[in-house]
Nanobody, 122 residues
């Protein structure tokens, strides 16, 4: 399985941006998908996750109401819509996946994309 993230770039505070992550080499609908981010000098942290069918979503408290995860199972793609961006959202964003095992949505992902950098200027 491979993940290819895209959509990062330089934006202004308050702007919106959508990240995409293309999934290949497996059966997308059997995977829970998530987004993580790593700010400069900090550890990688959970941002959002989505269930296999897309009906359930999970978010870090810091992004609730501003970031939205979604997936298109016909196109094998997961998205992260980011609104009202803040300078503290500056980070490398990673998409991740794991087969559903009932072990939760916040950690233990075993498939990772290469990351895409989002820089939010004030």
């Amino acid at each position: 399985v491979q993940l290819q993230a895209s959509g990062g770039g330089l934006v202004q505070a308050g702007d919106s941006r959508r990240l995409s992550c293309a999934f290949s080499g497996g059966t997308f609908t059997t995977y829970i998908m998530g987004w993580f981010r790593q700010a400069p000098g900090k550890e990688r942290k959970f941002v959002a996750a989505i269930s296999r069918g897309g009906s359930s979503t999970y978010y870090a408290d810091s992004v609730k109401g501003r970031l939205t995860i979604s997936r298109d199972n016909a196109d094998n793609t997961v998205y992260l819509q980011m609104n009202s961006l803040k300078p503290e959202d500056t980070a490398v964003y990673y998409c991740a996946g794991k087969p559903y095992t009932g072990a939760g949505y916040y950690n233990r992902y075993n498939i990772w994309g290469q990351g895409t950098l989002v820089t939010v200027s004030s």
